[in-house]
């Protein structure tokens, strides 16, 4: 596993306020393994690939739109490893080829196992019987959330972030934004957007960064994956504006309300704002069938 070969870039967004916002594009930080998740993979599969073993496979965990799911296939694939996806929801056995993120998965090699989601739930145990079941697998949290993956955010931080006043990222594991605040500046206010409704991030974060100074803000639009309207409209109208794609999970709700604190006066006046891209754009495939079958305004991105 190596250090990307080339910069991520910092874009200012022109918002017309009396404060500064950038974004740090991570979503450019590989073409399927995007953002967070590269960084977040990259001492798991390095201390893996220093392993010998005889027969190498990744096994890790998701639900049916994953972009953790997405990047870990990507990467296997990349590496010439197997790799096997459980994934919530039993219902999705039949189906998952009409679901964007298994297919792709599915064509990067991944394998998967379908479990319900009372199964699903006690995902210590799987991660013990399947490491018992593949001796030499390499077994990663759901999200990729652990250790290893804390240490990988550094990357995300360089010499250019160090001049920024708040660093911003969207939660979900809390991985990232640990990372974030175990490798921050001692000037710098770490902010986490949750886009999960979960009272024991809080926790996770704090043992995973051994730090306990960070903000956390709910912008989860009521439960992790609900996209309400002005989700959609934030999204599209972001893109016709500055040119970014944003995905409805994580980043564009993330962005949204960034742009409500602004409103607010949250930020002090010339602040320097940093808000990471963390990719996760593949989902928009997904969230516009589902979008779609509740005849709703889609998100409306043409990549060329
Ligand atoms: C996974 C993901 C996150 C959240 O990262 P965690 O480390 O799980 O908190 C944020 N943004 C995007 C686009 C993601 O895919």
Redesign the pocket.
């Known amino acids: 596993m190596k250090l990307l070969e080339h910069t991520i870039p910092i874009v200012e967004i022109s918002i017309g306020a009396s404060v500064q916002l950038f974004i740090k594009r991570e979503d450019l930080t590989h073409p399927e393994i995007s ?3 590269y960084w ?1 993979m990259f001492f798991n599969m390095k201390k893996y690939l220093e392993k010998e073993v005889s027969e190498r496979k990744i096994i890790t965990f998701g639900g049916a739109f994953s ?2 799911i997405a990047a870990a296939a990507a990467l296997g694939n990349e590496f010439g490893i197997q790799t096997l996806g459980i994934i919530r929801g039993n219902e999705l056995e039949d189906s998952w080829q009409e679901n964007p993120t298994l297919f792709l998965a599915h064509q990067n090699g991944m394998t998967f196992r379908f479990v319900s989601r009372e199964v699903y739930r006690d995902k210590e145990k799987m991660m013990k019987e399947l490491q018992e079941e593949f001796p030499e697998s390499l077994v990663v949290p759901e ?3 652990n250790e290893n993956a804390v240490e990988g955010i550094q990357y995300m931080l360089s010499d250019e972030t160090k001049g920024f006043d708040y660093l911003c ?9 640990s990372g974030l605040v175990k490798f921050a500046e001692p000037h710098q206010q770490v902010i986490g957007f949750k ?1 999960v409704k979960d009272d024991s991030l809080e926790k996770r974060i704090k043992k995973l960064s051994q730090k306990d100074h960070f903000t956390l803000i709910d912008a989860s639009d009521g439960g992790f994956g609900k996209i309400i309207d002005e989700n959609v409209r934030f999204i599209n109208e972001f893109y016709q504006y500055f040119g970014i794609v944003l ?1 409805p ?3 564009g709700k993330m962005l949204r309300k960034i742009f409500e604190m602004i409103a607010d006066g949250y930020f002090p006046e010339n602040s320097k704002i940093l808000a990471f891209h ?3 754009v593949q989902g928009i495939a997904g969230a516009n069938e589902m979008l779609k079958k509740k005849n709703k305004e889609l998100i409306n991105i043409c990549r060329t």
Do not use: R, S
């Open positions: 953002g967070n998740k977040k972009n953790h999200g990729g959330t990222c969207a939660v979900g594991t809390g991985g990232t934004v886009a995905e999970v994580y980043t963390t990719g996760g």
